[in-house]
């Protein structure tokens, strides 16, 4: 019997963005319905909302991962980068109904929060072509970058067990000294996203 082929280097490179693929959708599917009652992990310290938001008291807060990579645009940027300030990250996908409703909503927000010194940050899954994503943010005259992640590595850089991305869209708000201070699981309008952000930009 001959023994196994070795995977050439365009196979191989196929198979891994499938797995990377399968991965998270394993991850979101997983966490989504986990998630759905609301409530938090028993000693966790989160201070659970209504169900889909999760905030944090500073004393609890977690590092969050310091995500990093290409942008939609094709620059490069970091959450270091914008450490000093607080950020606001929203995972989205421009076929994502939800995430394009909320759109809008985003795009106002960080206008009117940026004086506060917040930085929105936006991850961008599951658009393997890239003109998908910057056709949406045309679409929505965004102005903040996103990072380009098509196979969902930097959601899965989120430990598992901890406020991770959970589903689409979601939106991780990360303090001053680079902590997750809150997290929401479903599209926000800006009143909630607003009530969200103003407490973390006020803390000194």
């Known amino acids: 019997m001959s023994s196994p082929r070795a995977l050439g280097r365009p196979a191989l490179s196929r198979a891994l963005a499938a797995a990377g693929a399968a991965a998270l959708g394993l991850v979101l ?4 319905s986990s998630s ?3 409530t ?3 000693g966790s310290n989160f201070v659970a909302g209504n169900g ?5 008291k500073p004393a609890d807060r977690k590092a969050a991962p310091d995500i ?7 620059g490069h940027t970091s959450l270091s980068a914008y450490r000093g300030k607080v950020v606001v990250i929203n995972i989205w996908g421009s076929w994502c ?4 409703a909320e759109a809008p909503n985003l795009v106002s927000v960080a206008a009117a929060e940026a ?8 991850i961008n899954t599951r658009d393997l072509d890239r003109n998908n994503a910057l056709r949406f943010d045309r679409t929505f005259k965004v102005t903040y970058p996103s990072l380009f992640d098509p196979y969902g ?11 991770n991305p959970q589903s689409l869209p979601a939106t991780i708000v990360v303090d001053r000294q680079g902590r997750v201070a809150a997290r929401a699981l479903t599209a926000l309008s800006e009143e909630q996203l607003t009530k969200l952000v103003d407490p973390v930009a006020a803390e000194k």
């Open 29 to 32: 599917a997983a966490c989504s």
């Open 36 to 38: 759905s009652s609301g």
């Open 40 to 42: 938090s992990t028993q």
């Open 52 to 56: 889909q938001i999760t905030t944090v």
């Open 68 to 74: 990093s990579g290409q942008t939609v645009a094709g």
């Open 97 to 100: 109904a939800p995430c394009r």
């Open 115 to 122: 004086p506060k010194g917040v930085q929105f940050l936006g």
């Open 153 to 163: 590595k930097q959601i899965l850089r989120f430990p598992k067990g901890s406020l």
